[in-house]
C-alpha cells in the first residue's frame, strides 16, 4: 500500500494499493484507489461477507473494531496501558480503556438531533462484548476458529454501531 498527497497544502491524502492478481497465464499488476482506516474496513467486511468469504469479512470486522477504539482513544485522549510496541497493544485492554472512560463521561451531544445521549448504553455494551467472545477475539489467536455467517454478520451490525456511536 502507498499513499500520496492529493492536494498542493498537503492537508489530504489517498491511500492506494499496488499487488499481482494471478491470472491462469501471467501475474497482472493492479493499481487502485482504496479507503482508509475505519470506513474502509466496515466497507471490506460487508463485501466478503456478500461474497460469503465469512473469515475474510470477521479478520475486517476486527480490524474495524481495533481502528474504532484506537481512534476514540486518540481523540478523547483517553489514557492507555504503556507498551513499547504498539502492535503489542491489545484489543481488550482499549476496550476496557473506553468503558472505563465512558462510565465518568456518560452523555455526549448527538451531532444529528442535538440531544444529549449515553455514548454507549448498557445493552450495547452487551452486544459488543458478546461479538467479541464469539468473533472478534478468537480470530487474534493462531488456533482455527469456526466463523459461522450468523456471527459475523451479527459482529458487523454491533461494530458498525459502535463506530456511529463513537465518532
Known sequence: MCEHFVEPNKAKWKAFEFYCADDAELELPI?????????????????????????????????AYEAILKFFCAKHNVPVPYVSKPKDLKADQLWNAVKSYISGHQKVINKRTGDKEDYLDSKTISHVEKANRRILNPLSHSRPVPTYRREVQYAIAVVKKLYDRLQ
Request: net charge positive.
Open 31 to 63: 493499481f487502485a484507489e482504496r479507503g482508509k482506516g475505519r470506513d474502509e474496513y466496515i466497507k471490506r467486511a460487508e463485501e466478503y461477507y456478500a461474497a460469503n468469504d465469512y473469515k475474510a469479512a470477521a479478520v475486517y470486522t476486527r480490524s
